[in-house]
């Protein structure tokens, strides 16, 4: 076995490879950059080494500052998690020529896979069912639309080396084939060193599931069931779940048995992904093999029981597999929601800055048995850069059936709290409740479909809004016995507290009327029904235990200016609870106006102005481009809404800029 591993990756994935490795007894060797100097992952290893600033390009993806770093260090082994050098066959090589172990396939699978127009020949000559495509390289926007029209619209233009959702774009007609062939390419060139291009046919309504493979170095490989991966946005994985819901045993076998034919005809060994495209009548096609470890391993890991860290670790110190396929079971269900640094009410994108506030909810078993796990790389203070993946942790749960595992995951989302940077947790949550989600009738198009105008929060039905009132109510009735309890004042000069009250929440005004209870407060409404609130809320607590009748749930609780904010199942609200004399003078209040920034091109989100397409006293066009903006190893292309002329451009290509700050003013 290894006595030292390093780890040439960063945050969460660092952080997990870290644990199985130290629970094994092996020394770790952690790898940082500027911006990654007092991160997780350096705290939690043996040893750290610099290797570098901030951009990428400049240390992980450098395999000098690597190699470095092994000789420094005396490790025997590296582990490159997933992204960077992961799926790099020059990186398995020089390692390899240096007698240090990669924990991971051999340089001949990983090129042969890593490259997605080889991986689609050779899966074809190992009978797996591949996508109708052109496999050769494209060397210009015209040949892509030419070759997109022979094949028929809708295409999927794809980056050769490309992974994660970079360098992939959907073309429905010649002029969005022209402009992703363009955007592919330069996506793919920044993240991945290489700008080849293909296509192939785009399946409509497509499921995205995933197989996991595990061989060692013997010929013995193994399936460990499947993911459903088919909740995306930008062809960027979601949510994830093990099993699917979608997939039967006897087509969970057939695609067991088409990814072992392909890694066996590349000779592979270690943990390995191969993603197909399923259609509505289970057809399944090949769509690439990754030849590391998934980002949602985990709930691969939680329904087989089976730690894949420690398997690729014991796999590359020649170890044989301590198990054969009839050994794999599948128990229960897990799903893994990914949190990530974006602002859902933006449109998603990127958020960065410092988390003022981060609580996990406490991992393990929970008292209805369901399990939590959250794999991260930050903690309370960190700073989410925009140098690197805006993924900030992937929480898990686990149950026996599917709905128990999606209510766990709700509970467990209510339960957390990310304060600083705009993040996703309303949107999961807002996923969890979906009927359709909990249905399980998903396909790669469940965003674009169920979110068509993106998404602006959760809306509260009636019944909700119920409840968050009366949450509101008893907060204040709390909040009012509070303030009566001076000190030294005297029991009949203290001020009396007014049962009456109302509620403003949204475009509803409750009455309600107060009273004490035993363990708690009840909340009559002036229709004669009647709430009972117990909770452990106290002032300054961001989050809280509510039972509502007979309801228990956490929802998280904090002051907006004269109101209490309400966080609840992707449900954002403020609610004012005034007696009924000052609800009636605050009701003829006048209303704010936002300022007017129609005039005004701002940046939607931080990051560098890679292009400034216009230039000043210029008439533009609906749906012009404008500028491009990187950010987050995203390329965003902005245009315009309407028809303009170019007044002042704010900004130049290269700037770094924060959200609204201005890029373009318009006459």
Not at 17 to 46: C, E, N, P
Not at 229 to 240: L, M, P, V
Not at 303 to 332: H, P, S, W, Y
Not at 445 to 465: K, R
Request: hydrophobic share 40%; net charge negative; aromatic share 6%.
């Amino acid at each position: 076995m290894f006595k030292k591993i390093l780890i040439a990756n960063r945050g969460e994935i660092a952080c997990r490879v870290i644990k199985t490795a130290q629970r094994l007894g092996i020394a770790t060797v952690a790898v940082y950059s500027d911006a990654d100097r007092d991160a997780l992952h350096v705290r939690q290893a043996d040893e750290a080494v610099h290797i570098g600033p901030a951009a990428s390009a400049q240390s992980y993806l450098r395999i000098a500052n690597i190699l470095d770093a092994v000789a420094a260090t005396g490790a025997d082994a590296v582990h490159p998690g997933y992204g960077f050098l992961s799926e790099n066959s020059n990186f398995a090589e020089a390692l390899k020529a240096k007698g240090i172990a990669f924990i991971g396939p051999s340089p001949v699978a990983i090129e042969a896979m890593g490259d997605k127009i080889t991986s689609k020949k050779i899966a074809a000559s190992a009978g797996v069912s591949t996508v109708p495509g052109h496999m050769g390289l494209i060397e210009d926007a015209e040949e892509a639309v030419h070759i997109a029209g022979e094949i028929g619209f809708p295409v999927m233009i794809k980056a050769s080396a490309g992974g994660g959702g970079k360098g992939m774009r959907i073309a429905w007609n010649e002029v969005e084939a022209r402009e992703g062939f363009h955007s592919s390419r330069n996506e793919a060139k920044n993240a991945f060193g290489d700008d080849r291009i293909f296509i192939e046919k785009f399946v409509t309504e497509p499921r995205h599931i995933e197989i996991q493979v595990l061989g060692d170095q013997y010929g013995n490989i193994v399936y460990l069931g499947e993911r459903e991966c088919s909740i995306q946005r930008r062809n960027q994985k979601i949510i994830e779940e093990a099993p699917s819901p979608f997939i039967d045993e006897a087509t969970r076998h057939a695609m067991g048995k088409q990814a072992i034919a392909l890694a066996r005809a590349v000779g592979y060994h270690s943990a390995g992904t191969v993603e197909f495209i399923v259609d509505r009548d289970r057809n399944f096609y090949f769509l690439e093999m990754n030849t590391r470890l998934q980002v949602e391993h985990p709930v691969t890991e939680l329904v087989t029981g089976i730690d894949l860290v420690e398997e690729m670790i014991r796999i590359a110190a020649g170890q044989k597999l301590r198990f054969c396929q009839e050994d794999v079971r599948l128990n229960g269900w897990a799903v893994e929601s990914r949190l990530y640094a974006e602002d859902p009410y933006r449109n998603f994108l990127p958020s960065i800055g410092r988390l003022t506030r981060y609580r996990p909810p406490a991992e393990g078993e929970r008292a209805d048995g369901s399990l939590i796990r959250n794999d991260t790389g930050v903690v309370e203070g960190s700073d989410i850069s925009m140098h690197y993946d805006p993924m900030i942790a992937k929480l898990c749960t686990w149950a026996p059936n599917r709905l128990d595992a999606i209510s766990a995951m709700g509970a467990a989302l209510d339960d957390f709290e990310v304060e600083g940077i705009g993040n996703n947790l309303p949107f999961l949550a807002a996923v969890m409740d979906h009927p359709r989600f909990r249905e399980g009738r998903l396909s790669t198009a469940f965003i674009a479909e169920e979110f068509p105008d993106g998404f602006a929060g959760v809306s509260p039905t009636d019944a909700d809004e119920r409840k968050l009132a009366a949450v509101a109510a008893h907060i204040n009735w709390k909040l009012q016995h509070r303030n009566v309890l001076i000190s030294g004042a005297m029991d009949n000069h203290r001020r009396k507290i007014p049962g009456d009250w109302t509620v403003a929440l949204g475009n509803h005004a409750f009455q309600v009327a107060m009273c004490d209870q035993e363990d708690g407060t009840a909340v009559s409404f002036d229709d004669g029904s009647d709430l009972s609130v117990v909770s452990d809320w106290l002032p300054g607590r961001h989050i809280a235990h509510f039972q509502i009748g007979t309801e228990t749930t956490s929802i998280k609780t904090s002051r907006s200016g004269t109101g209490y904010r309400l966080r609840w199942r992707g449900m954002d609200v403020v609610a004012h609870v005034r007696s009924p004399a000052i609800a009636e003078l605050a009701r003829l209040m006048p209303k704010k106006q936002p300022p007017d920034t129609t005039k005004l091109l701002l940046c939607p989100m931080p990051g560098v102005v890679t292009a400034i397409a216009v230039s000043e006293g210029e008439q533009v066009e609906a749906g012009q481009v404008l500028a491009t903006v990187e950010a987050m190893k995203m390329e965003n292309v902005l245009r315009a809404e309407r028809r303009a002329v170019v007044k002042r451009i704010a900004a130049k290509a290269g700037a770094s800029l924060a959200v609204d700050e201005p890029i373009l003013e318009f006459e």
